[in-house]
Protein backbone atom coordinates (compact mmCIF):
# COMPACT_ATOMS: atom_id res chain seq x y z
CA UNK A 1 0.00 0.00 0.00
CA UNK A 2 0.92 3.87 -0.18
CA UNK A 3 3.53 4.77 2.34
CA UNK A 4 5.49 7.73 3.46
CA UNK A 5 9.30 7.16 5.20
CA UNK A 6 10.66 9.76 6.97
CA UNK A 7 13.83 10.79 8.87
CA UNK A 8 14.02 9.77 12.57
CA UNK A 9 14.35 12.74 14.84
CA UNK A 10 15.12 14.87 16.92
CA UNK A 11 16.90 17.11 14.43
CA UNK A 12 19.04 19.77 16.88
CA UNK A 13 20.69 23.00 14.95
CA UNK A 14 21.92 25.96 15.73
CA UNK A 15 20.09 29.15 14.42
CA UNK A 16 21.10 29.91 10.33
CA UNK A 17 22.16 26.41 9.90
CA UNK A 18 20.89 25.02 7.31
CA UNK A 19 18.15 22.03 7.62
CA UNK A 20 16.89 18.77 5.56
CA UNK A 21 14.43 16.55 6.50
CA UNK A 22 14.20 13.67 4.08
CA UNK A 23 11.02 11.76 2.90
CA UNK A 24 10.63 9.11 0.46
CA UNK A 25 7.26 7.64 -0.66
CA UNK A 26 5.59 4.41 -1.75
CA UNK A 27 3.16 4.98 -4.33
CA UNK A 28 2.11 3.77 -7.81
CA UNK A 29 0.96 6.43 -10.11
CA UNK A 30 1.43 9.73 -9.32
CA UNK A 31 0.47 10.59 -5.84
CA UNK A 32 0.29 13.99 -4.33
CA UNK A 33 2.84 15.23 -1.82
CA UNK A 34 2.63 17.64 1.26
CA UNK A 35 4.43 18.88 4.51
CA UNK A 36 2.57 19.71 7.44
CA UNK A 37 3.61 21.15 10.52
CA UNK A 38 2.96 20.84 13.95
CA UNK A 39 3.73 23.31 16.56
CA UNK A 40 3.58 22.23 20.42
CA UNK A 41 -0.15 21.55 21.94
CA UNK A 42 -1.45 22.30 17.97
CA UNK A 43 -2.76 20.76 14.91
CA UNK A 44 -1.09 20.57 11.94
CA UNK A 45 -0.96 23.11 9.40
CA UNK A 46 -0.04 22.74 5.75
CA UNK A 47 3.50 24.43 5.36
CA UNK A 48 3.89 23.02 1.14
CA UNK A 49 2.38 20.65 -1.30
CA UNK A 50 3.58 19.56 -5.10
CA UNK A 51 1.06 17.40 -7.39
CA UNK A 52 3.28 16.36 -9.86
CA UNK A 53 6.86 15.08 -10.64
CA UNK A 54 9.40 18.19 -10.75
CA UNK A 55 7.09 20.43 -8.83
CA UNK A 56 8.54 22.45 -6.26
CA UNK A 57 6.64 23.86 -3.26
CA UNK A 58 7.54 26.36 -0.83
CA UNK A 59 6.28 28.35 2.15
CA UNK A 60 8.20 30.48 4.43
CA UNK A 61 11.40 29.80 3.29
CA UNK A 62 11.00 26.15 3.02
CA UNK A 63 10.91 24.16 -0.04
CA UNK A 64 10.45 20.86 -0.76
CA UNK A 65 10.79 19.10 -5.02
CA UNK A 66 8.93 15.76 -5.92
CA UNK A 67 11.80 13.73 -7.61
CA UNK A 68 9.60 10.97 -8.97
CA UNK A 69 12.78 9.10 -10.08
CA UNK A 70 14.28 9.45 -6.43
CA UNK A 71 10.32 8.97 -5.11
CA UNK A 72 11.56 11.69 -2.81
CA UNK A 73 10.07 14.66 -1.13
CA UNK A 74 12.73 16.02 0.93
CA UNK A 75 12.18 19.17 2.95
CA UNK A 76 14.98 22.32 3.12
CA UNK A 77 15.57 25.08 4.57
CA UNK A 78 18.35 27.91 4.01
CA UNK A 79 18.84 29.63 7.60
CA UNK A 80 16.73 28.19 10.33
CA UNK A 81 15.40 30.03 13.26
CA UNK A 82 14.16 29.09 16.57
CA UNK A 83 10.96 29.43 15.65
CA UNK A 84 11.02 26.65 13.17
CA UNK A 85 11.02 24.42 16.03
CA UNK A 86 8.13 22.07 15.59
CA UNK A 87 7.56 18.42 14.29
CA UNK A 88 7.59 17.67 10.89
CA UNK A 89 5.29 15.62 8.92
CA UNK A 90 6.00 14.67 5.15
CA UNK A 91 2.69 12.80 3.16
CA UNK A 92 0.86 11.53 0.44
CA UNK A 93 -2.58 11.11 -1.67
CA UNK A 94 -3.61 9.17 -4.45
CA UNK A 95 -6.84 10.26 -4.31
CA UNK A 96 -8.31 13.22 -5.50
CA UNK A 97 -10.53 13.81 -2.53
CA UNK A 98 -7.40 13.36 -0.29
CA UNK A 99 -9.23 11.17 1.74
CA UNK A 100 -6.33 8.58 1.65
CA UNK A 101 -4.01 10.51 2.81
CA UNK A 102 -0.56 8.88 4.47
CA UNK A 103 1.37 10.20 6.97
CA UNK A 104 5.31 9.71 7.92
CA UNK A 105 5.79 9.45 11.56
CA UNK A 106 7.09 13.03 11.98
CA UNK A 107 10.38 14.46 12.66
CA UNK A 108 10.95 16.43 15.61
CA UNK A 109 13.38 19.82 15.15
CA UNK A 110 15.05 21.73 17.63
CA UNK A 111 16.66 25.20 16.88
CA UNK A 112 18.72 26.62 19.60
CA UNK A 113 19.95 30.31 19.75
CA UNK B 1 -12.39 34.32 11.66
CA UNK B 2 -13.17 30.79 9.77
CA UNK B 3 -11.52 27.95 10.75
CA UNK B 4 -12.11 24.36 12.79
CA UNK B 5 -12.62 24.56 16.21
CA UNK B 6 -12.24 21.60 18.54
CA UNK B 7 -13.92 21.37 22.26
CA UNK B 8 -12.21 20.34 24.88
CA UNK B 9 -8.94 21.03 24.40
CA UNK B 10 -7.79 18.67 27.29
CA UNK B 11 -10.64 16.13 28.33
CA UNK B 12 -10.42 13.13 31.50
CA UNK B 13 -12.82 9.80 31.20
CA UNK B 14 -13.19 6.99 33.38
CA UNK B 15 -12.42 3.19 31.46
CA UNK B 16 -15.92 2.08 30.34
CA UNK B 17 -17.16 5.49 29.71
CA UNK B 18 -18.21 6.85 26.38
CA UNK B 19 -16.54 10.38 25.52
CA UNK B 20 -17.48 12.91 22.35
CA UNK B 21 -15.11 14.81 20.86
CA UNK B 22 -16.24 17.93 19.18
CA UNK B 23 -15.42 19.63 15.84
CA UNK B 24 -16.94 21.99 14.14
CA UNK B 25 -15.86 24.07 11.13
CA UNK B 26 -17.17 27.19 9.18
CA UNK B 27 -15.11 27.08 6.28
CA UNK B 28 -18.24 25.32 4.29
CA UNK B 29 -15.81 22.42 3.58
CA UNK B 30 -17.77 19.10 1.92
CA UNK B 31 -15.00 16.60 3.65
CA UNK B 32 -14.43 15.76 6.97
CA UNK B 33 -12.00 13.36 8.67
CA UNK B 34 -11.11 12.40 12.53
CA UNK B 35 -7.10 11.34 12.81
CA UNK B 36 -5.83 9.97 15.86
CA UNK B 37 -2.26 10.86 16.85
CA UNK B 38 -0.17 8.49 19.26
CA UNK B 39 3.50 9.58 20.64
CA UNK B 40 6.22 9.30 17.76
CA UNK B 41 3.87 8.40 15.21
CA UNK B 42 1.75 9.83 12.61
CA UNK B 43 -1.65 10.26 12.30
CA UNK B 44 -3.96 7.76 11.36
CA UNK B 45 -7.42 7.71 9.83
CA UNK B 46 -10.38 6.91 12.27
CA UNK B 47 -13.53 8.05 10.33
CA UNK B 48 -14.03 10.70 7.37
CA UNK B 49 -17.24 12.17 5.61
CA UNK B 50 -17.15 13.34 2.34
CA UNK B 51 -20.73 14.89 2.55
CA UNK B 52 -23.79 15.56 5.20
CA UNK B 53 -25.22 12.08 6.17
CA UNK B 54 -22.62 9.48 5.23
CA UNK B 55 -19.14 8.28 6.57
CA UNK B 56 -16.48 6.26 5.70
CA UNK B 57 -14.43 3.83 8.45
CA UNK B 58 -10.73 4.93 7.81
CA UNK B 59 -7.78 2.58 8.76
CA UNK B 60 -8.46 2.76 12.55
CA UNK B 61 -12.13 2.99 13.11
CA UNK B 62 -12.74 -0.03 15.56
CA UNK B 63 -13.97 1.24 19.22
CA UNK B 64 -15.36 4.86 17.52
CA UNK B 65 -18.06 6.13 15.92
CA UNK B 66 -19.37 9.27 14.37
CA UNK B 67 -22.00 11.35 12.79
CA UNK B 68 -22.30 13.75 10.37
CA UNK B 69 -25.99 15.67 10.39
CA UNK B 70 -24.85 18.88 9.47
CA UNK B 71 -22.24 19.93 7.14
CA UNK B 72 -20.07 21.77 9.63
CA UNK B 73 -20.43 19.44 12.72
CA UNK B 74 -18.41 15.91 12.56
CA UNK B 75 -18.59 14.59 16.62
CA UNK B 76 -16.67 11.84 17.31
CA UNK B 77 -17.33 9.37 19.92
CA UNK B 78 -14.45 6.95 21.73
CA UNK B 79 -16.61 4.02 22.90
CA UNK B 80 -15.97 1.88 25.86
CA UNK B 81 -14.81 -0.94 23.31
CA UNK B 82 -11.63 1.17 22.45
CA UNK B 83 -9.02 -1.17 23.94
CA UNK B 84 -6.68 1.78 24.16
CA UNK B 85 -7.94 5.39 23.91
CA UNK B 86 -5.62 7.50 25.18
CA UNK B 87 -4.46 9.76 22.50
CA UNK B 88 -4.40 13.19 20.41
CA UNK B 89 -6.83 13.54 18.83
CA UNK B 90 -7.26 15.67 15.17
CA UNK B 91 -10.17 16.54 13.18
CA UNK B 92 -9.69 18.16 9.72
CA UNK B 93 -11.63 19.57 6.68
CA UNK B 94 -11.21 20.05 3.06
CA UNK B 95 -13.19 20.92 -0.42
CA UNK B 96 -13.22 18.03 -2.15
CA UNK B 97 -9.82 17.83 -4.40
CA UNK B 98 -8.06 20.17 -1.89
CA UNK B 99 -5.77 19.95 1.32
CA UNK B 100 -6.97 19.38 4.52
CA UNK B 101 -6.83 22.23 7.44
CA UNK B 102 -6.57 21.44 10.92
CA UNK B 103 -8.13 21.51 14.10
CA UNK B 104 -5.83 22.28 17.24
CA UNK B 105 -6.53 18.71 18.55
CA UNK B 106 -7.98 17.23 21.96
CA UNK B 107 -5.98 15.43 24.03
CA UNK B 108 -8.06 12.40 25.77
CA UNK B 109 -6.97 10.95 28.60
CA UNK B 110 -8.41 7.75 30.22
CA UNK B 111 -8.02 5.88 33.12
Known amino acids: GNSVTQMEGPVTLSEEAFLTINCTYTATGYPSLFWYVQYPGEGLQLLLKATKADDKGSNKGFEATYRKETTSFHLEKGSVQVSDSAVYFCALSKNYNNNDMRFGAGTRLTVKP | DGGITQSPKYLFRKEGQNVTLSCEQNLNHDAMYWYRQDPGQGLRLIYYSQIVNDFQKGDIAEGYSVSREKKESFPLTVTSAQKNPTAFYLC??????????FGPGTRLTVT
Open chain 2, 92 to 101: ASSMTGNEQY
